[in-house]
């Protein structure tokens, strides 16, 4: 794994391009590499802009801060560790946006609550080597915060297997596309 500099990362693109933000020291916290957020950003750019998003382990909040950069018409960021939740809330009075809506919260927990909306995106960065992926995309489903089209993005430890998702979230999916850069297996599904 790469070692994390200065605990920064840039926004890769946007309306708050090359801006830096800081995070504290976490146990586990990977943030998402500008990199692969190039990646990701450019397999939904005709489709990101003006979307609801749901980042269920914001950590660093490299990818809810990515989606505002590109035009999110909402973003709503869970994250458990308080000190990486009150750096998360540092960063988006420095953007004087309302746009994202941070929780210092259990993912699981606010999963456990049903729905008042369905969102177009949702972000899986889960701590790897936890088993939080298939409890996460079932309370998903439960939950009713997905729907038809709704599309997530998966990062994980290993590769990211149709079947299992599909299982895990009651419903046929499409992977639309996947990549592994070191040791980030990464991907971006659809709820058909």
Not at 49 to 55: A, I, Q
Not at 78 to 88: A, G, H, M, R
């Amino acid at each position: 794994m790469t070692p994390i500099i200065n605990n920064s990362f840039k926004i890769v693109s946007g309306n708050y391009r090359s801006r830096k933000f800081n995070f504290p020291d976490t146990p586990s916290l990977r943030p998402t590499s500008g990199k692969i957020r190039e990646t990701l950003f450019n397999w939904i750019q005709f489709e990101s802009h003006n979307k609801t998003y749901l980042d269920l382990f914001a950590g660093s909040g490299s990818l809810s801060f990515e989606a505002l950069s590109r035009g999110a018409k909402q973003v709503v960021s869970i994250e458990k560790d308080f000190n990486t939740y009150q750096s998360l809330k540092k960063n988006q009075a420095l953007l004087k946006t309302n746009k994202i809506s941070i929780f210092n919260q259990d993912a699981l927990n606010f999963l456990s609550e049903k729905s008042v909306q369905t969102f177009d995106f949702v972000f899986l960065d889960p701590p790897f080597n936890k088993n939080y992926l298939p409890k996460t995309l079932k309370a998903l489903s439960k939950g009713h915060f997905v729907a038809s089209n709704t599309k997530i993005y998966i990062e994980s430890e290993f590769k990211i297997l149709k079947n299992e998702v599909a299982e895990c979230l009651s419903t046929n999916i499409q992977i639309n596309k996947q990549k592994k850069t070191g040791e980030v297996h990464y991907c971006l599904i659809t709820l058909l």
